[in-house]
């Protein structure tokens, strides 16, 4: 079935294809009296902006967001706020291949198999354009959380990671790679125009960071932060796989290497010695730092032709020519970040109503 | 909040503690017309139970479940089966100094920063012992989808990782390791025995394949099939990382490489030359083998003493005296198993709602 | 907390004031492969759409429906279905008195309890104009369930009821007041009219009648159908009461005379010779017409001066001047048919995902 | 679909067959540090025992609840609350007429209809006593919000309405009819007899009033106070109509008549000078007291033959022999309490979620 809502206690619900008129998300469940305008989300959505360097695609849109509802005097009211983004660059071009063949990699055989048939034009509802709507409603979301700071960077590309020696926070906005180490950055320069030039595309490793999430927000089971946090990573376009702390390196750690000791600190609130757990045991937010990584698979759109069948069932090759982005991964930064940060916002809310 | 529910339409609720009188899950939403009785979910439950080799936790349980409801004459009504299963060996014990302390890696102090306090006996709700109520859950899922068949292993221990080229299933129920490669599980005795003595525990890599899911089953957006195995798998106790297909690895792949070419099979079905997705496209099974890894952490529970505060903020030090698991992802196969099961069983009844 | 969402299969989310820039919907689990344009939603907003008769509040609203996604060349495709309405005569009016003090009747105070200020333009989010976006994708609903056929009407107005005897279908297009009875469609005139020159209001009594609901749609006991359409028809503006079958007058029957007794009808499928249940047992439709019927209290706008008190507390004394409609029931009718073609829709799917 | 669990935040499921060996709740979303043990919930429970008078069924059921999980040194922990009660009087008897023939007015077609076959035992899970494990979970929802004072009573029989000018909140614990006026209570006490000796049965109207519920609780739309209100009563077996406030008699006031004016109050709190909206406007509470009135049909068991049809199709009579309630709206009161004690608890969870 089609679920395009998420979240429980503060939602949000997307609508929109790759080529309709528009996209948007409607933000459900935000506190009133948060001041809000259009200038406190248009910075994350020109982040994930598409067309503002070499390394993206070469798409144009603007992503000028409207607030339709839910904002009165510049404060949110209570009641659902209404975000629509205006598709302006739908190019014209011929769609008659990829609505015949499917691409590898892509959603297109999935969704025939679903539906029976799909909207073809740059992928429909399956293109990374809908996560536009998320940033949106994630710098909701930011917003409903004062007091968490999310940072979110590329630490991996083709298999070339960042040395942490070298990592600067202040170095991720001065790259087109969201790389907070610049010595990595400007081998990716290199490493994607290759790929780019061959036709080829690279995977990803995203790296996400909140810290001031309060020990207490999270649940025990079947909303734990860690598995909430999880289902908002991998639900987005070309993620396969979410780690959160050491992840799948803990398993190879013994129980004394992967603790994490706690000393005195502040009245009833422990320095932890280590943070292998990512901030989060048994689901619940430890007042540590919360770490997420996130795995995205190279973008499925190449140059390079691939062997497929049509929807008729016989056999062809396709080359998925048009704009793409040589590195999905890159622009994931934001959105991860934006999951991130709706998540939290979520179980702050869900924290505050079971806990007061 | 606490939310003890899991799946939208093929629901359960699980209930209990570690140390409580039984625990429990209530299945809702499960079609009228399956043959059901306590022999269908046993099996599975003997399979996760405690102290059936020295390589798990010596606590004794029979694990005998009930079915409380829901079953008429042998067949499931299509109305909640309650399933409960008492708790047989809470051993007497002094908790008095995890009352106290907060044992690193657990839920200890998570839970006193949520709820103000928490159940010290065991883990109270955070103990793994909840699994045996996802695994009798689980195992009335497996026959909502006679079509598919699910199959769960150890792939690693403590770093050391069975050869794909002695993969044999069979080997599977050979061994007290869910190892599906002999020469491994040779080994891991060694492994996990050494552990064992020094007071320690290892972490495991768990695989799950799914085979027999049909293409078009799971959601495009966010109750992606993806999305809802990554939030299943993490909301296991211990588990710190999930993939789907290749996961991390596709990161390091070139698009040309991670590609799953299609060539013409049967009818509108396409054969698969390469399974790097794992069977998942767009949020929705493309008909080939659902391949998910699971990443548990080294059981937190070890005798090697730790650095930790009192409730009272003081520093002390603990061991955590008691029966434990060495390797806990042992004992999470057939869990995985049932989550897996969980979730397939549930995009069943979502797909059959809207696409008839 | 605010939750703008209804239905659990087939869902829609509103959104939208009655003076922002527009109103919506997102209709989402909507099944592919439907014909849906415009076209088919536009007649239903005009059954509602305001200013169409002197009985009627005066603003303008040409409310025209657009579609911006989740439909392709005329089907749809399953994915989500945005509906936008913009609104066009929100009248620039001095609000400084509703701003200030509290109209009695209105959810004024209780907003500004809850939220601590409030959108006072028009109602804001209170105002019946979302009942449009209501209405639009209930006109999606109705496409879900062809085999249904949903006919609401006015039974009483101020107390004035229509006489059974003189009961005609096709008189329910005839007259402003969507009255099956021509008799008492005449009376109302005088009636409503009368009311409206004192600056008075009257309230009124919708019956709806879907016929076609297939035995065993429904659900045992918290989504049971009944529920479902007391809670859809209690969430509309106004609505104080709602009855499924005789009601309240089942409350003075004797249980042989509330009995529905079956004869043998075609094959498996009795003839009930009698319907005091309004199709609905247990929870399940059992095949006969489901009939139920709501109450509206009188608008609470009234020229007549009400006493009240100010946002400070001080006594006051308010007016409703300005727009509005002088028997909020008569438009209720298309609003009643919405939420009881969206509770049909959702009741449809979910009974397929659990039994196929 | 078979949806079982009620409530947003806080949540309960419900579990159990009229014949099986138990039946029982999961509570979730309970805060946590609140004094719980089972005489906490033992009196209500008791107030609905079948067999206390000859006016209800002569089953007997201690109705003993024990509390399985969620409760620590007596005090709620957070995690779910699992109540148990077991069956104690299935007679065994002769079940063979019933699983034949359809009752009318019972929902034995319906089940049929959507299951394809049902458990016939006592109704099954239709059986009005799966009303028990909501009021156990309503014992615990009242521990939520001790602020509130919930009140429940029967206003009329068969027809015979309590005399306002008689009503007496002492009386209704005096007498087997939950009825606040003594006199009526005398004459319903013949009513009732009469209707038991015929073979009969009669209806009843059941009112709740909830006093102390603080201005804001609620939500404007979907989740409306009045609206949640309306789905848990209509909820109830036998339920055939909710009114909020005056109900369907405000739809034959004028708006003056209807207006509840507003004095000045204590600071910002205004004196409300009469509750025709029964404590809710725009869905939100006023601050003043809620009322529900809910009528109940009568009976369908009845000894008095009705025309009918076999499983198969064929004509038939029957007589629903056995124990059964003369009057199922006296055990009502207690129901539509809990039903009451329900929304309102999960609603101050809601509204503190989102307004902090």
Redesign the interface.
Request: charged residues 20%; aromatic residues 8%.
């Given at each position: 079935?089609?679920?395009?809502?998420?979240g429980?206690?503060f939602?949000f619900?997307?609508?929109?294809?790759s080529h309709?008129?528009?996209?948007?998300a409607?933000v459900?469940?935000?506190?009133?009296?948060i001041a809000l305008s259009e200038s406190d989300i248009q910075p994350w959505l020109d982040k994930r902006r598409p067309g503002t360097s070499r390394f993206t695609t070469q798409r144009q849109e603007p992503d000028q967001v409207?607030i339709?509802?839910?904002v009165?005097e510049g404060?949110t009211?209570?009641?659902?706020?209404?975000l629509m983004i205006e598709n302006v660059d739908q190019r014209s071009k011929d769609y008659s291949e990829v609505a015949q063949a499917?691409r590898?990699?892509?959603?297109?055989?999935?969704?025939d198999?679903?539906?029976?048939?799909?909207?073809y034009?740059g992928g429909?509802?399956?293109s990374a354009r809908?996560t536009a709507s998320r940033v949106a409603a994630g710098a909701v979301a930011r917003l409903v959380i004062p007091q968490v700071q999310i940072t979110g960077y590329v630490s991996?590309i083709?298999?070339d990671a960042i040395d942490p020696a070298n990592f600067n926070p202040t170095e991720i906005g001065n790259n087109p790679f969201f790389c907070p180490d610049a010595k990595a950055a400007a081998r990716w320069e290199a490493l994607v125009d290759a790929?780019r030039k061959d036709g080829?595309?690279?995977?990803?490793?995203v790296e996400c960071v909140a810290t001031g999430v309060?020990?207490?927000?999270?649940?025990?089971?079947?909303?734990?932060l860690?598995?909430?946090?999880?289902?908002?990573?991998?639900?987005i376009?070309a993620?396969?796989?979410?780690?959160?702390?050491?992840?799948?390196a803990?398993?190879?750690?013994?129980?004394?290497?992967?603790?994490?000791?706690?000393?005195?600190?502040n009245?009833?609130?422990?320095i932890f010695?280590a943070n292998?757990?990512?901030g989060?045991?048994?689901?619940?937010?430890?007042?540590q730092p919360i770490r997420v990584r996130v795995?995205?698979?190279?973008?499925?759109?190449?140059l390079?032709p691939?062997?497929?069948?049509t929807?008729?069932?016989?056999?062809t090759e396709i080359r998925t020519k048009g704009r793409h982005d040589p590195c999905v991964?890159i622009r994931g930064v934001p959105v991860v970040e934006a999951m991130v940060a709706l998540v939290l916002a979520d179980q702050k809310?869900?924290?505050?109503?079971?806990?007061?």
């Open positions: 079935m089609s679920f395009n809502t998420f429980r206690s939602r619900t997307t609508w929109g294809e309709g008129p528009a996209i948007g409607v459900d469940g935000c506190p009133p009296g409207r339709l509802s839910g009165f404060l009211t209570g009641t659902p706020i209404s499917y590898p990699g892509h959603a297109d055989y999935a969704y198999a679903k539906y029976g048939f799909r909207d034009r429909g509802r399956s809908e991996e083709g298999g790929a080829s595309s690279l995977g990803a490793v309060p020990a207490g927000w999270g649940a025990p089971l079947y909303a734990k860690d598995s909430e946090l999880a289902a908002a990573c991998m639900g376009n993620v396969k796989g979410v780690e959160i702390g050491d992840g799948f803990a398993a190879r750690l013994r129980g004394e290497q992967n603790a994490d000791p706690m000393r005195p600190g009245g009833h609130t422990p010695l292998h757990a990512g989060i045991a048994g689901g619940i937010a430890t007042g795995a995205f698979k190279p973008t499925s759109s190449i390079i691939v062997e497929t069948v929807r008729e069932g016989e056999a991964g809310l869900l924290h505050r109503a079971q806990c007061g």
